[in-house]
């Protein structure tokens, strides 16, 4: 029996959560007014798992791991759908610049466990990895296994990669939690984003802002690194993500109700903080700047599980959607198809 899923919300995780039911004989219609215009399109593009994990949070380190070792496959089966290279590079190195930036990333090396997978770098060591970084780095460390991606190619890919598996669209809104239970199919599937915090209240979702900078490389400046660089600049966090024609430098965070203005003050500490670390970027070519809601829970972990009726949930990934997304298009489709199997037995 073909089951009929209405995903609601066509970012990544969501078209990913469509494509893995599809693929398995799953009648799949993706509803959003605009996809892939929310989190997934001002994403920097990191699949980190290492670089972001913490003490106390576990759970979502084992998940990210676990999707990391998926991810190759994921973008090899993608690849032909896409118009450009989907990893734009392999590996991360950490630079801090002060005892207190340091601290943190032995702090980091304590919650990964794995020394082959965040190792310390003497700086020098950091200073080949990155040509042109700065020289008062006090600390640095390396994350080998860790993989950037072009999230809009992405993006573009999987909603291509969606149409050849028989996903439908239906560029549409909607409009609170009761709206759910007015659209078709034997599951819906909410993958909202920001926006499930108002279609299920319940998942506990809430938005946390992040301001994202795309800047081009001229024609006279240093190239762009060949790893993703993460730094720690007075105990702020600064990441830069290189892209054929220049970098991605993100991202700040802080709590917000849907507001989507730019703010200028958080955007210029970011970059000042990019170019402590590496002041070639000064004379890359400014492109743009981009807000984003990250879905986020009081626990960080995303929440994939059965609401009510049939009503399930994936969202709740806060800023590890792309990381999570192939894990979560396994998990989803194994959800909603096994309750299948358990109505029918």
């Not at 003490?55 to 791991?65: A, H, I, Y």
């Not at 800047?215 to 993703?228: D, H, K, Q």
């Not at 203005?261 to 590496?278: H, K, M, W």
Request: glycine residues 10%; charged residues 20%; hydrophobic residues 45%.
């Amino acid at each position: 029996m073909t089951r009929t899923v209405t995903v609601v919300g066509g970012g990544t995780v969501g078209l990913t959560v469509a494509r893995a039911l599809a693929v398995r004989g799953s009648a799949v219609t993706v509803v959003d007014p605009q996809p892939g215009s929310g989190a997934s399109w001002v994403a920097g593009g990191m699949i980190a798992p290492y670089s972001e994990a913490w003490p106390g949070e576990e759970e979502l380190f084992r998940l990210g791991v676990e999707s990391l070792r998926l991810w190759e496959g994921f973008a090899r089966d993608l690849q032909p759908f896409a118009d450009g290279p989907l990893i734009t590079s392999r590996g991360t190195v950490h630079l801090a610049v002060d005892d207190g930036d340091a601290a943190e990333l032995e702090t980091i090396a304590a919650a990964v466990g794995d020394p082959a997978q965040f190792c310390p770098l003497r700086p020098s060591a950091a200073a080949r990895a990155v040509p042109g970084a700065a020289p008062r780095i006090r600390a640095a460390a390396s994350a080998p296994a860790e993989l950037a991606v072009d999230n809009r190619l992405l993006h573009r890919a999987l909603r291509a990669a969606c149409t050849t598996a028989g996903v439908t669209f239906r560029a549409e809104a909607v409009a609170g939690a009761d709206a759910l239970h007015d659209l078709p199919g034997d599951a819906v599937i909410v993958c909202a984003g920001a926006d499930s915090a108002t279609l299920a209240p319940e998942v506990g979702v809430r938005p946390v802002k992040g301001e994202v900078v795309r800047l081009r490389r001229g024609a006279t400046c240093l190239p762009p690194p060949e790893v993703t660089v993460r730094a720690r600049v007075r105990g702020r966090q600064v990441y830069v993500v290189p892209r054929a024609d220049g970098v991605v430098v993100g991202a700040t965070q802080y709590e917000n109700d849907h507001d989507l203005g730019v703010r200028i003050g958080p955007v210029a500490e970011l970059l000042d903080d990019a170019f402590t670390v590496l002041p070639f970027l000064r004379e890359y070519e400014f492109v743009e700047v981009t807000a984003g809601l990250r879905p986020t829970t009081a626990g960080n972990v995303p929440v994939i599980a059965p609401l009510r009726g049939r009503v399930f949930a994936a969202t709740g990934h806060g800023r590890n959607g792309l990381l999570l997304a192939p894990v979560t298009g396994l998990r989803a489709a194994d959800m909603v198809l096994q309750q299948e199997v358990q109505a029918w037995s």
